[in-house]
């Protein structure tokens, strides 16, 4: 059984339907990409799975468990972390305190995170070495806003670490980076990779390709394709897309 699985998803905004019958898979330990034109439902597809939408019909299992419906806080404690598209991050806030009140204990307290967040050391020593693996050790103190673009994709990235998650969504990590701030998220995400099941939807194919055990090609609302990188070069929409002859 996979660590995480949708059947028959379907979602609709008035009379658009965006999803329609998508099956998809996630095992253990892997690395699985989403790709497909703009306008696919690929973002739509995250927030269904991950509990920011309610699909209108079909069903989502996290460890056997099912999920669909619940709130995105629910579907954080059991273990589900994701990212976004567009940044989201407390920008007058140092990069340590973001980190620190995102940890699920420090969450349990609510408002009173942030009160409580100056006396807890040893969330501070989590935090601190949340930052680190992500890239940002030294700059704990610097505000979120201070940031450079690229460390604050590693810092929202962080925020996602901090709740401890299982499974771990990126939703277009490397939108906006340059050549050097997508290499460096490259190592990141393949140290992840050794420890997490990760979900990425990307426009970089390189990228992608590089990474990634498993891809879904979504389009029109639906899986079109999927397979191993390499043979998804042979598909006929990677081809058409010019991306078939990608030297990964």
Same mark, same amino acid.
């Given at each position: 059984?996979?660590?995480?699985?949708?059947?028959?998803?379907?979602?609709?905004?008035?009379?658009?339907?965006?999803?329609?019958?998508?099956?998809?898979?996630?095992?253990? =330990?892997?690395?699985?990409?989403?790709?497909?034109?703009?306008?696919? =439902?690929?973002? &739509?597809?995250?927030?269904?799975? &991950?509990?920011?939408?309610?699909? !209108?019909?079909?069903?989502?299992?996290?460890?056997?468990?099912?999920?669909?419906?619940?709130?995105?806080?629910?579907?954080?404690?059991?273990?589900?972390?994701?990212?976004?598209?567009?940044?989201?991050?407390?920008?007058?806030?140092?990069?340590? !305190?973001?980190?620190?009140?995102?940890?699920?204990?420090?969450?349990?307290?609510?408002?009173?995170?942030?009160?409580?967040?100056?006396?807890?050391?040893?969330?501070?020593?989590?935090?601190?070495?949340?930052?680190?693996?992500?890239?940002?050790? =030294?700059?704990?103190?610097?505000?979120?806003?201070?940031?450079?673009?690229?460390?604050?994709?590693?810092?929202?990235?962080?925020?996602?670490?901090?709740?401890?998650?299982?499974?771990?969504?990126? !939703?277009?990590?490397? /939108?906006?980076?340059?050549?050097?701030? &997508?290499?460096?998220?490259?190592?990141?995400? /393949?140290?992840?990779?050794?420890?997490?099941?990760?979900?990425?939807?990307?426009?970089?194919?390189?990228?992608?390709?590089?990474?990634?055990?498993?891809?879904?090609?979504?389009?029109?609302?639906?899986?079109?394709?999927?397979?191993?990188?390499?043979?998804?070069?042979?598909?006929?929409?990677?081809?058409?897309?010019?991306?078939?002859?990608?030297?990964?």
């Amino acid at each position: 059984m996979a660590l995480f699985e949708a059947t028959g998803l379907h979602k609709r905004f008035g009379d658009r339907v965006v999803l329609e019958a998508i099956d998809l898979a996630f095992e253990s =330990g892997t690395l699985t990409g989403i790709m497909g034109p703009n306008g696919a =439902g690929k973002t &739509t597809c995250f927030n269904c799975l &991950t509990g920011m939408y309610v699909p !209108d019909r079909g069903e989502i299992r996290m460890d056997g468990q099912s999920i669909a419906g619940r709130s995105p806080d629910e579907v954080t404690r059991l273990g589900v972390a994701r990212s976004f598209q567009a940044i989201s991050l407390f920008d007058d806030d140092s990069a340590l !305190d973001n980190v620190t009140v995102a940890l699920p204990r420090m969450r349990a307290r609510s408002f009173d995170a942030w009160r409580h967040r100056a006396r807890d050391s040893a969330a501070h020593d989590e935090a601190a070495s949340i930052l680190e693996r992500v890239g940002l050790r =030294g700059r704990e103190q610097v505000r979120a806003r201070d940031l450079a673009y690229g460390e604050r994709r590693a810092l929202e990235i962080g925020l996602a670490l901090a709740t401890a998650p299982r499974i771990l969504f990126l !939703d277009e990590p490397t /939108s906006g980076l340059g050549a050097s701030g &997508t290499a460096r998220l490259l190592d990141l995400v /393949s140290e992840l990779k050794r420890t997490l099941t990760l979900v990425i939807i990307e426009h970089d194919m390189r990228f992608l390709f590089r990474l990634a055990d498993h891809i879904n090609v979504i389009h029109w609302g639906q899986v079109i394709a999927q397979g191993a990188p390499d043979a998804l070069r042979e598909n006929a929409w990677v081809r058409r897309s010019a991306l078939g002859s990608l030297e990964c």
